[in-house]
């Protein structure tokens, strides 16, 4: 048995609904299989009523008998990330499919754009890019006087970039030190229009810590905020490409590409999508994650070795696939249609 509950769930009313539960598995005619199943949601009961609130990040429950030992299984934890679903099933495995993206969000990236007078620090952590702060100072441009005038003016600009650089490493310290304290910090990717992010790189205004987790290559990028950090991370893929957020953003350029050539390797809408998954002929699936039919199509997807894109709504592309398409679109490994 599979219980997720999210946060602000009442206890009381995840255990009406089992004790519901067990009284419709009197019509399991299998024996075998019937007194599994009541066993599992009777421990599951027993774990639940006495644990008064659903902690903040929500409940998660695996319990089981096993096959052939009848050894029971009981794991019972609050995950490290918020639980977003109800989702409630009975099987032959455990559904772990909502936990992937909590763990690859444990392989967080710091973000860091720089320039002489601006800077965005951002996270990569599962599916999304995060603006944490956006910091401007003042450093004026050069001028043409000549002389003394102008080696003193050039110190000021100087010793004005430091500054700025100094309060960009203390803001990013600030923020990544903590991550990287939780195990949750990867790496620290930097970019920049021009020579700022060497500079900055070259200077001790980094934690030691951190610096050690600057990827080697540092990223030529024109904008700042989100937009800016976006394309960073788009341009660092060689380095980060099994992150979850360059193969969501590859899985929607591909079906973009083939949706636009109209080769019929790009399908969309409920039907279509299931009838291609029965036939084993679907390389990946976008379903956003409150399409009425996810947990039934992220299920048979998954027997046929079919990738699984859940999106959210923080996700850019998810008003599009949901308005446009459904809510549902995939990409096909040979023609069926």
Same mark, same amino acid.
């Given at each position: 048995?599979?219980?997720?509950?999210?946060?602000?769930?009442?206890?009381?009313?995840?255990?009406?609904?089992?004790? !519901?539960?067990?009284?419709?598995?009197?019509?399991? @005619?299998? @024996?075998?299989?019937?007194?599994?199943? !009541?066993?599992?949601?009777?421990?599951?009961?027993?774990?639940?009523?006495?644990?008064?609130?659903?902690?903040?990040?929500?409940?998660?429950?695996?319990?089981?008998?096993?096959?052939?030992?009848?050894?029971?299984?009981?794991?019972?934890?609050?995950?490290?990330?918020?639980?977003?679903?109800?989702?409630?099933?009975?099987?032959?495995?455990?559904?772990?499919?909502?936990?992937?993206?909590?763990?690859?969000?444990?392989?967080?990236?710091?973000?860091?754009?720089?320039?002489?007078?601006?800077?965005?620090?951002?996270?990569?952590?599962?599916?999304?890019?995060?603006?944490?702060?956006?910091?401007?100072?003042?450093?004026?441009?050069?001028?043409?006087?000549?002389?003394?005038? !102008?080696?003193?003016?050039?110190?000021?600009?100087?010793?004005?970039?430091?500054?700025?650089?100094?309060?960009?490493? &203390?803001?990013?310290?600030?923020?990544?030190?903590?991550?990287?304290?939780?195990? !949750?910090?990867?790496?620290?990717?930097?970019?920049?229009?021009?020579?700022?992010?060497?500079?900055?790189?070259?200077?001790?205004?980094?934690?030691?810590?951190?610096?050690?987790?600057?990827?080697?290559?540092?990223?030529?990028?024109?904008?700042?905020?989100?937009?800016?950090?976006?394309?960073?991370?788009?341009?660092?893929?060689?380095?980060?490409?099994?992150?979850?957020?360059?193969?969501?953003? @590859?899985?929607?350029?591909?079906?973009?590409?083939?949706?636009?050539?109209?080769?019929?390797?790009?399908?969309?809408?409920?039907?279509?999508?299931?009838?291609?998954?029965?036939?084993?002929?679907?390389?990946?699936?976008?379903?956003?994650?409150?399409?009425? &039919?996810?947990?039934?199509?992220?299920?048979?997807? &998954?027997?046929?070795?079919?990738?699984?894109?859940?999106?959210?709504?923080?996700?850019?592309?998810?008003?599009?696939?949901?308005?446009?398409?459904?809510?549902?679109?995939?990409?096909?490994?040979?023609?069926?249609?």
């Amino acid at each position: 048995m599979t219980l997720y509950i999210p946060p602000g769930r009442p206890i009381s009313d995840v255990v009406r609904m089992l004790r !519901q539960e067990y009284s419709v598995t009197e019509n399991i @005619k299998l @024996k075998r299989t019937r007194d599994k199943v !009541q066993t599992a949601i009777a421990m599951a009961i027993d774990r639940l009523i006495k644990i008064p609130k659903v902690p903040k990040n929500g409940l998660v429950l695996f319990i089981g008998v096993h096959d052939e030992t009848n050894d029971t299984i009981d794991l019972v934890f609050s995950p490290p990330e918020p639980v977003k679903v109800f989702f409630y099933r009975t099987d032959k495995w455990f559904h772990t499919e909502f936990l992937d993206e909590m763990v690859e969000a444990r392989d967080a990236y710091g973000l860091i754009i720089i320039e002489r007078d601006e800077a965005t620090i951002g996270l990569l952590k599962g599916n999304r890019v995060y603006v944490l702060d956006e910091i401007e100072g003042y450093v004026p441009s050069k001028h043409s006087r000549g002389g003394w005038s !102008q080696r003193r003016y050039d110190r000021i600009i100087e010793e004005l970039t430091k500054d700025f650089y100094k309060r960009v490493g &203390e803001k990013a310290n600030a923020e990544f030190l903590p991550l990287l304290e939780n195990g !949750q910090l990867k790496g620290i990717i930097v970019g920049g229009p021009g020579f700022s992010k060497i500079d900055f790189l070259k200077g001790d205004y980094l934690d030691y810590r951190l610096k050690k987790l600057v990827l080697p290559k540092t990223i030529d990028v024109s904008d700042q905020g989100e937009p800016g950090l976006r394309q960073m991370v788009m341009k660092a893929e060689d380095m980060i490409k099994e992150h979850s957020f360059i193969k969501l953003r @590859k899985a929607i350029e591909e079906f973009t590409y083939h949706l636009a050539k109209d080769d019929g390797l790009a399908i969309y809408g409920e039907d279509e999508v299931k009838e291609a998954i029965k036939l084993g002929a679907v390389k990946f699936v976008i379903i956003t994650e409150d399409h009425p &039919e996810a947990e039934e199509i992220v299920r048979e997807a &998954e027997k046929r070795s079919a990738e699984i894109f859940i999106i959210d709504s923080e996700v850019p592309e998810y008003d599009w696939i949901k308005n446009t398409f459904g809510g549902i679109v995939a990409v096909l490994r040979y023609r069926i249609y």
